[in-house]
């Protein structure tokens, strides 16, 4: 095609396609393929999250650095885990699944009764070491029901028994509990602002709680549900108690695990939607209203997408700056026509024949870069510009 169109400018802002490509790979593999389309076009790479999955990688997609540290991991042992710091060097963005996560663990060595949230702790006090005045903290992707209890002992709480002694990590040590002590708790942990995103409304207890709706996720037993349950019910009751604080209903607090309630107890952390924190630290807005196009994308959509989750909020921003946005993703439910109502240009999904889950996954880079060849051709076409040849 040569055409001397006018130079569209878009913001590339996917989030990650499950299983196959982060959203940073995602977003290069969409202006791979919309630059073939189309040389003249513009480009502004904003990978985004809703907490979860590349949460780090979103946050430090327009500038920072990244940090390693050697915590511990769900069942005890080591883990090299990475973080970042923004530019201005005061405020570190953690992943709690890089400490904590059930990608840390195949599927037989999980272990519901015992995974800590200690390792991220360690991370807080690591950030907050290196000069941290700030945690921006995305709770997705846990492997542990503990309600954040690892978390508060590696800042220095004690969870106690009926004896004085520290209970087990774990969920299931819950059960053991009768008094918190935090006198010795780091004092600095209340000198630093928590923000921690989430993308779910659950409460930490009941029928919709952390235990009964995410724990046979993280490999609990019906039998094992119930002695989660009977942990974070015992925490709670602590807590309220010794505390003079518990947050169990707030939404959002059965997320990863109960950690949401814990940052909440343990260091009157504030939980706020992971897109919305994401979308405020990238001035996501301002970048959309900078922008001719809006290209998103995920690895299934469907109305789920609306409730919470990145791409629902992309479409909120796009709506709001009066900008077309499309959705590029790697199978649509049959309900993903909700996406239209929210504001979508077009809902595109990337497979162009039927494959085997194992060769889309594989093949996602490729796919996405074509689909997004043939969007790019498509806006070329109808661009304003000169007469083309």
Known sequence: MSAAVRAAAFLICPDSFKESLTASAA????????ARACPDFRFRLAPVSDGGEGFVDALLSQGGRRVEAVVTGPLGSPVRAVYGFLPDNETAVIEMAAAAGLGLLRPEERRPLEATTRGVGELMLDAISRGARRLLIGIGGSATTDGGAGMAQALGARLLDGRGRDIPPGGCGLRELRRIDLSRMDPRIR?????????????????????????PQKGASPEQVAMLEEGLTQLAGVAGRDLGVDPSDVPGAGAAGGLGWGLMAFCGAELVPGFRLVA?????????????????????TDATSLQGKAVGGVLELARAARKPCVVLCGSAGEDAGRLYEAGAAAVLSILRSPVSQEEALGSAGRLLENAAYNLGRLIAACAPGEERQ
């Open 27 to 34: 977003a290069g593999a969409i202006r791979d393929g919309l």
């Open 280 to 300: 405020d630290a990238l001035g996501l807005q301002r970048l959309a209203s900078e922008a001719d196009w809006i290209v998103t994308g995920e690895g299934r």
């Open 191 to 215: 000198e630093v602002s928590i923000r921690a995103a989430c993308d779910v409304k659950n409460p930490l207890l009941g029928e919709a709680g952390a235990a009964a709706v995410y724990g």
